[in-house]
């Protein structure tokens, strides 16, 4: 068996992997894979339906917000939100807490002022800036990545404020209680806690759609309403990773939903952080008040090889353990689908490591 701790595409509950074999080879009983039902037929608005209303189920979200299911991952996301809602002469806020606001703030710099308000990079990104002023312009919107999966921050305590909120929620949702009322959109990737990677949810507020879209919106695949008017059916939608996020509402609902993956991530977490912190060889220099319980990053002392350590928690079969490309060091996912078990395994193994280095 091998430990999955990657950070996307991300480790996937043995149990959705079965079913999924199971819709590959018959779905539904309809004695056809599910890669090849058509897209209209009951079945599979069946699962689209159903996807929608575990979603907002699960996170309590009210008909305010619609839910819609997309092609093109997170990364649409960085320049459709600016597309929609951001004109040339106007104003949107960002925190700047690393590569993934840094691509939407140049995405939205294409089509108005994209104003870096508050950043981390003083520190290479070690924290959650928290002193920015709002007040100065008339921003249509605040745009933060509630959690940085390169660095292992995260937001624990969003901004109060008038300006309505954009979250990038692409590796934190569905792993904790959030209250979806403070933000009018919130989008995640599903290669993280809702499957397979290639599309996107986005939940959004439809008075803010109706109030703020801009006018230019003439581009229909690009522009919100016309996926709401369809019902994420305006083309041939992603059918496989919205099978797959269907199923895996499903299993966190059925596991007890949010409120259990909340206990035990925040159990899996401090267990990791209290081993690194008490290390020798191991380190996280995040600040305390702004570390990620779902992206966990740290290093080695000295000059001890990164590799080294790689190639053992790979015999110890722990794979996925390699920092992103631009930071190097070591990044363990924890995202709902990594059990207690996985984590405890895991640090066996860097412990084992430690006591053949000192
Ligand atoms: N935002 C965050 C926080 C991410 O971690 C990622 C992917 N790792 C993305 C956006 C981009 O997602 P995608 O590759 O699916 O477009």
Not at 88 to 95: D, G, L, P, R, T
Not at 340 to 346: G, R
Request: with cysteine; aromatic share 12%.
């Amino acid at each position: 068996m091998k430990y999955n701790f990657a950070s996307g595409p991300a480790a996937l509950p043995q149990e959705v992997i079965n079913d999924i074999i199971c819709g590959i080879n018959n779905f539904k009983d309809s004695k056809l894979s599910i890669l090849e039902t058509y897209h209209r037929s009951a079945e599979f608005i069946h699962i689209l339906e159903n996807a929608k209303h575990t979603l907002k189920r699960l996170l309590a979200i009210s008909d305010d917000y619609e839910v819609l299911f997309l092609h093109g991952g997170a990364s649409l996301q960085f320049l459709m939100i600016p597309y929609n809602f951001l004109d040339a002469k106007e104003y949107a806020a960002f925190i700047d807490t690393g590569l993934w606001s840094q691509k939407a703030i140049l995405q939205a710099k294409q089509f108005g002022n994209a104003m870096v308000i508050a950043s981390s990079k003083d520190s290479n990104y070690k924290y959650i800036p928290k002193n920015f002023n709002l007040e100065d312009k008339d921003y249509k919107y605040l745009y933060l990545c509630s959690n940085n999966s390169v660095y292992g921050t995260a937001w624990h305590h969003y901004p109060e404020t008038r300006v309505p909120i954009v979250a990038d929620m692409t590796s934190d949702l569905l792993t904790k209680q959030i209250n979806i009322n403070q933000f009018k959109l919130v989008y995640a990737s599903l290669q993280k806690n809702l499957g397979v990677a290639g599309a996107a949810v986005v939940i959004i507020n439809k008075n803010f759609l109706d109030k703020f879209q801009v006018k230019r919106c003439t581009l229909d695949m690009l522009n919100f309403k016309t996926h709401i008017s369809s019902a994420s059916i305006y083309n041939t939608p992603p059918i496989f990773p919205i099978s797959v996020a269907y199923l895996m509402l499903n299993w966190i609902e059925k596991k007890g939903g949010i409120t259990f993956f909340q206990d035990d991530n925040l159990k899996k977490a401090t267990y990791l952080y209290k081993y690194i912190d008490n290390s020798n060889i191991f380190f996280n220099d995040v600040d305390k008040n702004d570390r990620s319980t779902t992206n966990i990053v740290f290093n080695i002392k000295g000059k001890i090889s990164e590799q080294d350590f790689i190639d053992f928690a790979n015999r110890c079969n722990c794979v996925g353990i390699q920092g992103h490309r631009s930071v190097k060091g070591f990044r363990v996912a924890l995202y709902n689908a990594v059990s207690y078990e996985s984590v405890k395994h895991l640090v066996d193994a860097m412990s084992q490591y430690e006591k053949t280095i000192i």
